[in-house]
């Protein structure tokens, strides 16, 4: 079974660019989260789908920021525009399981730096 | 004060050394436990969940103590391959991280 997948792997662009980053959950895994973690710190909740719906976006940290699950089936999370403290980790994890209590996989993660 | 606090470490330990780790968390309204482990440049991958009545798997044992919001993994005869960072996670309505433990186990 594929595992989460998210690209691209790395990504580096300029103050006041756009980047798009995008997850793959694992098939048939309806709950999809997004998390970051910037350099030296936790890593932190930024929302959570289920199926195309936001279930919890309480973790974004500003309207720079926008994450769509069309169809249900991939997320994508865009930064427009990016700023130097956007730098970090970005994380996606996908669980079959409603409540966040239950295991949730994570992708290897798209690393941003932002210059 | 932080939601999830973990030792920094790093911990430097012998092959075959047992290794503590302690978390603690703030809000008492916290409904599930887990540490997670997460190699160098790689994504976090769950370990183990943590009961109340403790739980143990393998070389690893967890506790957990409500009352003291304290959480706490025990790994027994360390492997080199043990060597990551461990992650102590709380769900309340998501999953809050702390910001991990570092393990290098040496020969």
């Known amino acids: 079974e594929a595992g989460v997948t998210q690209f691209p792997s790395h990504s580096v662009i300029e103050k006041g660019q756009t980047v798009t980053l995008r997850c793959d959950p694992i098939s048939g895994h309806d709950n999809l989260y997004w998390y970051r973690r910037v350099m030296g710190k936790e890593i932190k909740f930024l929302l959570h789908f289920v199926k195309e719906s936001k279930q919890d976006e309480s973790g974004m940290p500003n309207n720079r920021f926008l994450a769509e699950r069309t169809g249900g089936t991939y997320s994508t999370l865009k930064v427009q525009p990016a700023e130097l403290e956007d730098s970090g980790v970005y994380f996606c994890?996908?669980?079959?399981?409603?409540?966040?209590?239950?295991?949730?996989?994570f992708g290897p993660g798209t690393r941003l730096t932002v210059t | 004060r932080k939601e999830v606090e973990q030792d920094p470490g790093p911990f430097n330990v012998p092959e075959g050394a047992t290794v503590a780790f302690n978390c603690t968390y703030s809000n008492s309204a916290s409904q599930s436990f887990f540490w997670y482990r997460q190699d160098c440049r790689k994504e976090p991958k769950l370990l183990m969940s943590?009961?109340?009545s403790g739980n143990e798997d393998g070389r690893f044992t967890a506790q957990l103590n409500r009352a003291s919001q304290y959480i706490s993994l025990l790994i027994r005869d360390s492997k080199l391959s043990d060597s990551a960072t461990y992650l102590c996670v709380v769900n309340i309505n998501d999953m809050r991280f702390g910001a991990g433990t570092r393990l290098t186990v040496k020969p």
């Open positions: 994890a996908s669980s079959d399981r409603a409540s966040s209590s239950y295991e949730q996989y």
């Open positions: 943590v009961y109340s």
